[in-house]
């Protein structure tokens, strides 16, 4: 079976994404591999269809108890054994996992890192009388100091490559500095590893900041049209984590909080009871999240800045692991970002505290931005991307600028002639000309008090917001923030700089809708037998199937097995089980409204979607893809630019496809003339849904590559149906 056979066979789904296809190969091929993959990037697949594909036995290292039995849970819906072993377990539990074992009945088994080597090895010399194909990693930056999550048991992963010499290591994380990187690869002894770097982007995920008043408010706005959605809140504090979950309880969310003070038995049950969709929302410290796979997470929100962009993307990155439409949302005062800062400071550690308070500040700097989030975020982890993202609040809002260089000179003549003392409050109320008793006497005096009476208080602060993001202003980092000059204050002062201020933020455009037109009572009711299953076989809703799965069938109303075998998520086990249970209802459903099945459009559609609603999507990949053919272009052969871009050929091969697709190359570049007709006809007969099929009747003479071309160039041809 190929890798891709087996991905569609056990887990569903007809591509690979990222360079999972690339690690698997690798991973196959005996070779250590370290894969960064953002959260939701599809880490799991990586090792699990390697443990699926090679005899034998794999070891998935794991920090958390939770993790693991999600991951059993998942992998035992779609067929394929696992166990994980741990001290929750009974003996008689224990006794039976080694019998399985023993007999070669289980693909995958997850151990936390400390009983690996514990008990003065038992474990590992059991493991040895064992035939062990892979060890998994996962969480590898856990081994890093630099990481935020070092824990020491990791550094015991050392003794894998003397353990199991000959066995393949994969480590996995979804950090991507480059100290973790190094680290990572030293200490588990990786022996000359492949490094897989996916791009970071989270496509599907909105980024949006705005200025803390009344945060209570505005979360109950953000909730409003949010209120069945599944979302995780977090704050700082374990005081306000309570505070806030009782006061959403009281305007009727099922919220529960959730932080390290709790009795570890409260945060299982609320664990499980998200997990499950019981409770809709947790409000939480940053205790939580690590070991949390639910994948219909919907949004994150911070009450609170975070205090570091790293912390800050792993914990948006828990929102839509399905792929569907998400939301970040945080709430920015630059009086949190001074409470940060008591933080950030270690005592006698003057190098650690630079360190910290430097991430704290590119945390403000994020947060102050007026521009593109998105870019700033793949910038900050290295990574290049356009200034349009088209998802963050940035791109879009609409700016109507005009020339504000005098409302400019006001601001920072006001700045200066109140000797650089005051915050910006203080200033606006100021150039106002408020009469209230705060001003001084003796600044009302000033010729500049009360110049700016024409414009609002909220517009005065935006500017000094807007001066500040361009560099002509400065706030303070003290305990009370005061507006300074900076150097290129005078240039403006005197004239010789001209400032563009924003007129108005014109209200958000309708963010994209990419979700497809699926009947939405239809939904509801697949959501209903999902959850029927779900408790019959004692598992999260989201293990039988993922939201994303849900949405699809009751898009394209599948009527039969085979028609739902094409949708995304159903894998041959997973069909088998619930497939007529899952019919049952779209085909009631057709017959009561008049409807027919719609799976026709699915290849169909996909494409038009790729071209028109999905713009980030698009722009993340086709960065890679360019840079396919861009090496192409210039004469190198597929193996050469795979070779150079640590990229299997089988993925250049599908960015060039791609491009055929896009009229950008000629099918002839890829496939030669004479090989063309064969596979036209074979496509003809057998469709394009599934590549292996076709490959499988034309033979060795022909690549993946070659029919992939000639899928692309009919599709553009508008010959395939
Ligand atoms: P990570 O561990 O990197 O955070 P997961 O392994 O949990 O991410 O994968 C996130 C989600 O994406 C899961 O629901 C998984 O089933 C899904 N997924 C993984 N690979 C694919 C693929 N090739 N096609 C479609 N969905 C995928
Ligand atoms: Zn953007």
Redesign the pocket.
Known sequence: MTPLQA?QKYFG?S???HE?EAIVQHVLNKKDVLAL?P???????CYQLPAVLLDGLTIVISPLIALMKDQVDALNVNGIPAAFYNSSQTPEEQIDLATKLKNNQVKLLYLAPERLFGNEGKLVSFLKTLTVSLVAIDEAHCISHWGHDFRPEYLALAGLKTAFPGVPVIALT?TADKLTKKDILEKLNLQNPAVFISSFNRANITYRVIPKKNSFNQLLDFLDDRKDDSGIIYCLSRKSTEALAADLKANGFAAEAYHAGLDHAVKARTQEAFLRDNVKIIVATIAFGMGI?K?NVRYVVHMDMPKNIEGYYQETGRAG??GLPSDAMLLYSPGDANKLKQFAMIEDNPEQSRIMLNKLNDMVHYCQLHACRRQFLLKYFDEAFPDNCGSCDFCLTEFKKFDGTLIAQKLLSAVARLKERFGGTYVVDFLRGSRSEKIRADHKELKTYGIGADISKNDWLRHIRELCAMGYLQVTEDAYPVLKLTGKSEAVLKGLAKVELVLSETTEEQRPTEALPFETSLLTELKSTRRDIALHENVPAYIIL?DATLQEIATYLPQSMDELRLI?GFGDVKLARYGREFLLPVKSYCVKNGLASRIGQKTRKRERQAKTSLAPVRTRVSDTRSESLRLYKSGKNINDIAAARSLSPITIESHLAYFIQTGEMEVKEMVSESKIPAIKDAVESYGAERLAPLKEILGEDYSYGEIKAVVSWMQREGTLT
């Not at 959260?39 to 697949?45: A, E, H, R, V």
């Open positions: 991905l789904y591509e690979f994404r999972q993959m959260t939701g990037g599809g880490k799991s697949l979804a796979n994948s692991r399905d993922s995304s």
